[in-house]
């Protein structure tokens, strides 16, 4: 029923007259519509029209169907689980004494003075057996804080981190590291370059392609407080430094408290933890390592890891012996001697000398085998034999050349040619798109990149400070191709790759191939680094690659 109420003006009238035809008319339409839409849905349902087709090809593509295979019995029961599961009791870790602040279970200095001098076999890994492993907490020192933010940690180290102060006694005018307060103040000196690391490393960029991404993996045996590694971060070199735990007390500690790569290692017995043709150049700057020696075992060593055409420096005894002999209580005979020993067998790894100049001498490594066939087929000469570029986990050095992979021509880099960094970081690396790594293709890398790219995004949602700074000192435990690293790649971090020597399928070549560095190890096995040194730590599939290890 529709109420109207009349106000008794006329003009009022007139307008109700107008309301009433637009009422009529809107009924009008919707009784309408409603009419037209009730005919349309019986006419489709009469099977004349196409909605039961539509329908019944709907209904085909959703129905349930009927799996025979699927059984939702639990595939585990309570006798699976281990004994203690059920138990109230969490078991918890004590902390150690506080004589392990700086507790490296691997190179710890009582079990390592019961093994020979001979090749410093000492100073090497010798890991506590079962019985003398440490199951509790490792304490930090008292008073320790979070290191400074890098670039400041370069310069400054809290005293309270590292609580050692023999080597700014030792090294004072050498300006490796100075005690100020609180702090270690590192001003960039070197026992080689005392009036700092940058003109040292101007330097070697004179003859040396530093700046440009040709020189992008660097190796510095013996180095101190891995200064040089930490100015040739400036030139975008990244340099993986080591020295032993020896008299020097804490340097390789030092190093990465600073944010600096760097990892505790000498030449000694064993082979280095890398591949084969990983670094562009390799250091020694008076780092006391025997060249002369062991029938050029060592220089054999570094030609190994050195990749085709890479550089290797040598400054200090012998070279520059005619000025500095008195300086170094040497005589000359003897310092001539050695250094001509160097020579020839640097002559028989058929590595050029490029330059002598100011107690630096600087070799290139020869590009491929048939550049020197004359040298290579000396019989004074062991090759090595051919095995895998992996290899090298507690296997011991020999006197002896290892081959390069073969060429078509003189002018051609064994192994292939790489793109300068930072273009090489995701170019399909020669170990890729020659076929040397089973398991993976070009297709397979540049979908793992795409994969780590999405991880790593995902990464920043719980955590939005992974690439900021926060984080420099960042290791990869089970680092695959390398493309978690990739994808953080930032002058505010660097990755320690880790390639775990079970692994299948060894990955490390491909990864310095992209212009990052690692090294191989063994996790049922201490890290060779000191405690607390590592600000983040990423392990992918690494409990599974371990399972019943």
């Known amino acids: 029923m529709l109420m109207i109420i009349l106000l008794g003006c006329c003009g009022m009238a007139r307008s109700l007259t107008e309301n009433k035809t637009r009422t009529a008319l809107f009924v009008l339409v919707v009784f309408g519509l409603c009419s037209f839409f009730y005919l349309l849905g019986v006419w489709q349902r009469s099977g004349f029209g196409r909605g039961d087709s539509i329908a019944a090809v709907v209904n085909e593509q959703t129905k349930c169907l009927k799996l025979p295979n699927l059984n939702f019995e639990t595939h585990h029961s309570a006798s699976d689980l281990p004994n203690d599961t059920f138990s109230s009791q969490v078991k918890t870790f004590e902390p150690c004494d506080a004589e392990y602040t700086d507790y490296t279970p691997c190179e710890e200095q009582k079990r390592a003075m019961t093994f020979p001098r001979d090749h410093m076999i000492y100073r090497e890994r010798h890991c506590p057996p079962e019985n003398e492993k440490l199951y509790c907490l490792i304490p930090a020192p008292k008073g320790y804080v979070a290191p400074f933010p890098w670039p400041k940690s370069r310069d400054y180290v809290s005293y309270a981190n590292v609580p050692h102060k023999s080597l700014t006694v030792e090294k004072a005018i050498q300006n490796w590291v100075h005690y100020e307060g609180n702090v270690f103040r590192f001003p960039g000196g070197g026992t080689q370059f005392p009036q700092g690391a940058d003109k040292y490393i ?4 004179s003859v040396i392609p530093i700046t440009g991404g040709e020189v992008r993996t660097a190796l510095d045996t013996g180095c101190g407080v891995a200064s040089l590694g930490a100015y040739l971060l400036k030139k975008d070199v990244l340099t993986m430094s080591f020295a032993p735990k020896d008299n020097h007390e804490a340097q390789v500690q030092f190093a990465l408290e600073r944010g600096v790569p760097a990892y505790i290692g000498l ?40 990749r085709p055409g890479g550089y290797w420096v040598l400054s200090g005894p012998p070279i520059g012996w005619k000025i500095h002999y008195k300086g170094w209580q040497r005589t000359k005979d003897d310092l001539r001697s050695e250094q001509r020993k160097i020579e020839q067998f640097a002559e028989l790894l058929c590595w050029k000398k490029i330059s002598e100049k100011d107690g630096i001498a600087i070799w290139r490594k020869r590009l491929n085998d048939k550049s020197c066939p004359r040298k290579q087929d000396n019989s004074k000469v062991a090759k090595c034999e051919l095995t895998s570029e992996s290899d090298v986990w507690y296997k011991k050095m020999e006197a002896c050349i290892t081959p390069l992979p073969e060429v078509k021509s003189v002018s051609e880099v064994a192994g292939g040619e790489l ?61 695959g191709l390398g493309s978690f690293a990739a994808v953080l790649e930032s002058p505010k971090l660097w990755v320690m790759n880790v390639v775990p020597f ?38 992918n599939g690494v409990f599974s690659l371990y399972q019943n290890k």
């Open 202 to 205: 101007d330097q070697l960029a």
């Open 267 to 306: 030449l000694g017995s064993m082979k280095l933890s890398f591949p084969s043709r990983v670094f562009d150049m390799a250091h020694c700057s008076r780092c006391l390592i025997p060249w002369s020696g062991s029938n050029g075992m060592y220089m054999m060593e570094v030609d190994r890891v050195l």
């Open 419 to 479: 793109e300068p960094f930072p273009q090489r970081l995701n170019a399909v690396p020669p170990r890729i798109a020659r076929g040397f790594v089973p398991g993976f293709s070009v297709q397979t890398y540049q979908e793992d990149n795409k994969l780590w790219q999405k991880h790593v995004n995902a990464y920043k949602k719980t955590n939005d400070l992974l690439d900021t700074g926060r984080y420099r000192n960042i290791m990869d435990m089970n680092a």
């Open 502 to 539: 079970i692994a299948d399928t060894s990955t490390l070549g491909v990864i310095y191939e992209r212009g990052l560095i690692g090294m191989y190890h063994d996790w049922c096995e201490g890290f060779s680094t000191y405690p607390r040194t590592y600000d983040l730590i990423h392990a």
